[in-house]
């Protein structure tokens, strides 16, 4: 798949097929994630990829809003060392982002669930055995999709100044394609 055609057809996934996910396809998106930049090319990140229903449903019953982890076949938590790093939230995002394209490409469904400073993170430190040093930036859900929704994007112009904040001006909305 063309990286633009991921990068648009991408969208949050939180109902999923009962269809197991391919552990290389898994593994494909978790070497996706390790080619992130991350500062000073530390590579301070680890995930947990889980798949045991128990877990994720331990997981899915603290988090408020991922209740569909106990569903998606797959959860990868992903962590990261702020005493390695104080780069590791950057560091961390570039790389899930990078697993969310990856998982599209290969058409799997994906959802990101903050957890990092939220009143769950420790628990499910707890539950999943992470050392303290060590933080949950979020969990992602991944499977196949059972849903195909529908989200848009705030238009282009309102987000772009020129030169200096406050200086917008109308832009026509690009097409994305890798050939032109
Ligand atoms: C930092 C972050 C935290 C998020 N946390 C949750 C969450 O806890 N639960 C959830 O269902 N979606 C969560 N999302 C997904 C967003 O709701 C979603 O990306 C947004 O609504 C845009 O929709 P799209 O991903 O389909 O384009 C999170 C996304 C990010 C980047």
Not at 19 to 40: D, F
Not at 75 to 88: D, E, H, Q, T, Y
Request: proline share 5%.
């Amino acid at each position: 798949m063309d990286l633009f055609e991921a990068i648009l057809g991408r969208r949050s996934i939180r109902r999923y097929l009962d269809k197991p996910v391919e552990e290389e396809k898994i593994l494909k998106c978790l070497y996706a994630a390790t080619w992130a930049p991350s500062a000073h090319n530390s590579q301070h990140w680890n995930f947990i990829v889980v798949r045991e229903l128990e877990i994720r449903r331990k997981l899915a019953d603290i988090h408020r809003w991922g209740r569909f982890m106990a569903e998606s076949p797959v959860v990868i938590v992903a962590l990261g060392n702020p005493l390695k790093s104080s780069f590791w939230r950057e560091d961390l995002g570039a790389a899930v982002e990078n697993m969310l394209l990856a998982a599209q490409a290969l058409g799997l469904g994906t959802c990101w669930m903050g957890v990092a400073d939220t009143p769950y993170e420790e628990e499910m430190k707890k539950i999943l055995g992470v050392p303290e040093n060590l933080r949950i930036l979020c969990t992602v859900s991944m499977g196949y999709p059972a849903e195909r929704p529908i989200r848009g994007r705030e238009q282009l112009s309102r987000k772009v100044h020129w030169e200096k904040y406050g200086v917008q001006r109308e832009i026509k909305e690009p097409t994305l394609t890798s050939s032109s």
